[in-house]
């Protein structure tokens, strides 16, 4: 089935500096990936979705120029995480849509911890 | 905004019983599906049920879905030990390449 690599699965930053988040579809083109936010021991809430070649759609309340995201390619797409601080400490998961799946099309990474110290 | 409101919010039970989670949304759907989610990891895609579907049946899974009360069910027969995690419900309005819009999730303690 669809494979969406997620990296790095954890990472710690210093407070000020920013951090990015790889998501890549290994065996399929994703012409849509969404990125989420989860806090602990709460649901997800997407922040964002990239098309390939297009600017990102942006959520409600979702900061983009501190939240950048990147979909050059069909297989790959960065958040990248600005100006880090202590309050963006999170678990982020990015989703990919397969477009040649006809049951199914979401498959999800593997999620990356984030810790601003 | 979160769509689905999944209950219970926790489930504890013995292995060998039956779980059962529920999951309200509010606006009008093309699909519903459900996820489980490993402490600390990604989702898993458990099943999809579509707005013209009424049941569906995968492995232990069992999922129902009522669009006239807005509701779906999420049932694991015979749980396991392993089947401890965090289940979610998300919608889909269109069917295609949408954001999900997902519940708050129930957390499943299966205890041997």
């Known amino acids: 089935g669809a494979v969406v690599s997620q990296h790095p699965s954890r990472v710690i930053c210093k407070s000020g500096t920013s951090v990015k988040i790889e998501c890549r579809s290994l065996?399929?083109?994703?012409?849509?990936m969404f990125w989420y936010r989860q806090f602990p021991k709460q649901s997800l809430m997407l922040m964002a979705t990239s098309n390939e070649g297009s600017k990102a759609t942006y959520e409600q309340g979702v900061e983009k120029d501190k939240f950048l995201i990147n979909h050059a390619s069909l297989t790959l797409s960065t958040l990248t995480v600005t100006s880090a601080h202590p309050e963006d400490s999170s678990f982020y998961i990015c989703?990919?849509?397969?477009?040649?799946?006809?049951?199914?099309?979401?498959?999800f990474g593997s999620g990356t911890r984030l810790t601003v110290v | 905004s979160q769509q689905g409101e999944e209950d219970p919010q926790a489930l504890s039970i013995q292995e060998g019983e039956n779980a059962t989670m529920n999951c309200s949304y509010k606006t009008s759907i093309n699909n519903l599906q459900w996820y489980r989610q490993n402490s600390g990891r990604g989702l898993v895609h458990l099943i999809l049920?579509?707005?013209?579907?009424r049941e569906k049946h995968s492995g232990r899974l069992r999922v129902t879905l009522d669009t006239s009360k807005k509701s779906s069910s999420l049932l694991i027969t015979a749980s396991r030990a392993a089947d401890t995690a965090s289940y979610f419900c998300a919608t889909g309005s269109q069917g295609g390449s949408e954001k999900l819009v997902f519940g708050k999730g129930t957390k499943l303690t299966v205890n041997p």
């Open positions: 065996d399929f083109q994703a012409t849509t």
């Open positions: 989703s990919a849509w397969d477009s040649w799946e006809t049951n199914y099309g979401y498959t």
């Open positions: 049920i579509r707005s013209n579907e």
